[in-house]
């Protein structure tokens, strides 16, 4: 009692947009960017049997940002780091997704301080953001199938690298949570 059996005369019927979103999602490949404690839950995600990654079709972490179109960016980005990571991803293949993993990366956690990127959004465009100090591997496993329904959901076309150039360009231009104006600055006291 397979899928075969229900079709009509054994005829699939779905549209180029469809099956292309089908294919991207089984088949990412992960460009690992580990800075701090939550590569360690990345890494139990990618190794440990409990968390089994294989079933996505991402069971090969990429050291090779060529072959790789997801980049999930673990622990805190500095500033000596921000241009590294960018290079990482411009290296990448299209289409590119990333996953800010932990509150460091995706707002700078506990460090707010002139070392410290304040979210890697400053550095290039994030898709899913991912809490928690660290978040557990059962969090990321659950950004991958959501990240996943926004593979699925991309449309194709002329149309598509404009809305990619204008978002990357938003994110770039933001300024940092720091110069917003509502956070009072603390005096030292000698």
């Given at each position: 009692m397979g899928l075969e059996?229900?079709?009509?005369?054994?005829?699939?019927?779905?549209?180029?947009?469809?099956?292309?979103?089908?294919?991207?999602?089984?088949?990412?490949?992960?460009?690992?960017?580990?800075?701090?404690?939550?590569?360690?839950?990345?890494?139990?995600?990618?190794?440990?049997?409990?968390?089994?990654?294989?079933?996505?079709?991402?069971?090969?972490?990429?050291?090779?940002?060529?072959?790789?179109?997801?980049?999930?960016?673990?622990?805190?980005?500095?500033?000596?780091?921000?241009?590294?990571?960018?290079?990482i991803y411009d290296q990448m293949t299209a289409p590119k997704w990333?996953?800010?993993?932990?509150?460091?990366?995706?707002?700078?956690?506990?460090?707010?301080?002139?070392?410290?990127?304040?979210?890697?959004?400053h550095v290039v465009p994030v898709d899913i953001y991912l809490p928690g100090c660290p978040p557990r591997p059962e969090q990321l496993m659950d950004a991958i199938i959501k990240l996943h329904e926004i593979i699925s959901n991309t449309t194709l076309g002329p149309n598509r690298e404009a809305v990619i150039k204008e978002v990357e360009k938003a994110a770039l231009n933001a300024r940092p949570t720091i110069q917003l104006g509502n956070f009072p600055l603390e005096e030292t006291h000698a």
């Amino acid at each position: 009692m397979g899928l075969e059996d229900k079709l009509p005369s054994g005829i699939l019927l779905s549209t180029v947009e469809g099956l292309a979103g089908y294919m991207r999602k089984s088949s990412l490949w992960p460009a690992t960017f580990g800075l701090a404690c939550c590569a360690i839950e990345m890494m139990a995600v990618g190794s440990a049997p409990k968390h089994d990654i294989s079933r996505f079709g991402m069971e090969r972490f990429s050291a090779s940002p060529r072959q790789a179109d997801l980049m999930i960016v673990a622990g805190r980005v500095s500033q000596k780091m921000a241009p590294v990571l960018r290079q990482i991803y411009d290296q990448m293949t299209a289409p590119k997704w990333v996953i800010a993993m932990g509150a460091c990366s995706s707002s700078g956690g506990m460090f707010n301080n002139y070392a410290i990127v304040q979210g890697v959004d400053h550095v290039v465009p994030v898709d899913i953001y991912l809490p928690g100090c660290p978040p557990r591997p059962e969090q990321l496993m659950d950004a991958i199938i959501k990240l996943h329904e926004i593979i699925s959901n991309t449309t194709l076309g002329p149309n598509r690298e404009a809305v990619i150039k204008e978002v990357e360009k938003a994110a770039l231009n933001a300024r940092p949570t720091i110069q917003l104006g509502n956070f009072p600055l603390e005096e030292t006291h000698a």
